[in-house]
Structures are given as structure tokens and as C-alpha cells.
């Protein structure tokens, strides 16, 4: 199974993409992290987006789609991939269409996490990760259970992204309204596109995504 989770910055992409990895087998591919671990590891890739990344602009197309092609090659064993934070502009999605179609492999559901952006502000500039196992939290909403240690690692270092800062995150918004969400109406013509309610709780928006996978594997009859 392939998917695509779409929606803007914070609609909770990376939280869902992790649960789908669990559940389902299937790799989470998801090209800001790819990035951020460029840049920790001082690589000339990561020395190029570090400027972009920081003004909360999107990488070029042509970055973008090498990054992905390579890693779709090297799936290994999992039963498909979550794509979280790809595609972002029409090209990068044609070009998916194009690589997946020379491998002999399709997308089955384009699900986008529909939010309100009042609250997406409020949402990332809380949000943290465990530098360890990358489990996310929030300082108001999602806490450690026991505080200072992650509840699944027990890894005591957590780390804030750069770019949650609020006028990154309009910026963000910005380049999500004007270059991503011109994706949607591309997919939805191609019956692939599906929407969940981003602002549920995540368990239940997990119940959502499951729901509709199920919906959809079940035979149909008539
Ligand atoms: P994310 O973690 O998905 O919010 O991505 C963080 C940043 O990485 C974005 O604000 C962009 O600067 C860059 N980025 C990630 N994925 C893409 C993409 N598919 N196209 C262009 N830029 C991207």
C-alpha cells in the first residue's frame, strides 16, 4: 500500500506517517526529516537547503524529487511507504506519478489532514521531539508522562525545529497556500484524494485513516 498524508505544516503528517509505519509495514518517507539530517550531518546538500529551510520556503523540485527517487529505491522490505511532506508542488507530483509508473508501482490513497489555522500556530510553536527516537510533544497539549524523559526511549534530550518559530510558520502556511494546495484538486481528479478532520484528537484521527483504509481493502460488491 502507498499513501501520501497531505495538509499544512502541523496538521500532525509526521504523527500519523509514524502510526501508519507501525501498523501498516509500510516505510515513512518524509523529506523534512530527510533534510534536518542533512543538515546535522554538515553535508554540501544540507549547507544548500539550510537558508531555504530557515526562511520556511520549499526546497527546489529538482532537490526534492532526486531525494525521493533514491529513496524509493531502496525500500527494502517494507510493504509500501507513507509519503509525509512530498509532494509539495504540481511538478514534484508529476514527477511521483512518472517514478512510480516506471517501477511499476501506484499510489492508493492521497489522504489530506483538514485543520484550522487559527490553532496551527498555537500547535507548532509548542511542539517538540525527542532527539533520540523522534516521538513528538507539545508543552501544553502532550507532555512526557514523567517529565524530562521520553515515554519511549526514556531518552532525556529533546529538541525544538528551527523552523517552528511563528513568522517561519506563517511563512510556511504561505508557501502551503500558494504551491501544495494546488496538489489537491490534482489528485481529486483522480479519485485518490480522501480528507480526514485534523483537529480530532490524534487517536482519533488514527481511526479515521484506519476506517477509510478499511473501507477501501474490503471487497466490493456490485
Ligand atoms: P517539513 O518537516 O515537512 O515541514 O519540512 C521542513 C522544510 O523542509 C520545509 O519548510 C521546506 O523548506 C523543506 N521541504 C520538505 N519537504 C519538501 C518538499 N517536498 N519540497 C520542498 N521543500 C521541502
Known amino acids: 500500500m502507498n499513501l501520501i498524508l497531505l495538509g499544512p505544516p502541523g496538521a500532525g503528517k509526521g504523527t500519523q506517517a509514524k502510526r501508519l509505519e507501525d501498523r501498516h509495514g509500510l516505510e515513512q518517507l518524509a523529506t523534512g526529516d530527510m533534510l534536518r539530517a542533512e543538515r ?3 553535508s554540501e546538500l544540507g549547507r544548500r537547503v539550510q537558508a531555504v529551510m530557515d526562511a520556511g520556503r520549499l526546497v527546489s523540485d529538482e532537490i526534492m524529487i532526486a531525494l525521493i527517487a533514491q529513496r524509493i529505491d531502496r525500500l527494502g522490505d ?9 509532494p509539495r508542488t504540481v511538478p514534484q507530483a508529476e514527477a511521483l506519478d512518472a517514478m512510480l509508473a516506471q517501477r511499476g508501482l501506484k499510489l492508493d490513497f492521497v489522504i489530506e ?15 517538540f521531539t525527542c532527539s533520540s527516537c523522534g516521538a513528538s510533544y507539545h508543552e501544553r497539549y502532550n507532555r512526557p508522562k514523567v517529565e524530562g524523559a521520553c515515554d519511549f526511549c526514556g531518552a ?3 529538541v525544538h525545529r528551527a523552523d517552528d518559530r511563528p513568522e517561519t510558520v506563517r511563512a510556511r502556511l504561505a508557501a502551503y497556500h500558494a504551491q ?33 483504509l478499511a473501507q477501501s481493502a474490503a471487497p466490493s460488491h456490485g
Open 78 to 86: 517494507a510493504k509500501g511507504f507513507v509519503l509525509d511532506g512530498f
Open 156 to 158: 532525556a534530550q529533546f
Open 180 to 212: 501544495t494546495a494546488p496538489i489537491l484538486p490534482y489528485y481529486r481528479a483522480r479519485g485518490l484524494l480522501r480528507a480526514v478532520d485534523g483537529m480530532a484528537a490524534p487517536d482519533q484521527v488514527t481511526r479515521a485513516i484506519e476506517a477509510l
Open 113 to 127: 489532514i483538514t485543520v484550522d489555522e487559527a490553532a496551527l500556530i498555537d500547535r507548532i510553536s509548542g511542539r
Open 40 to 42: 546535522e550531518s554538515g
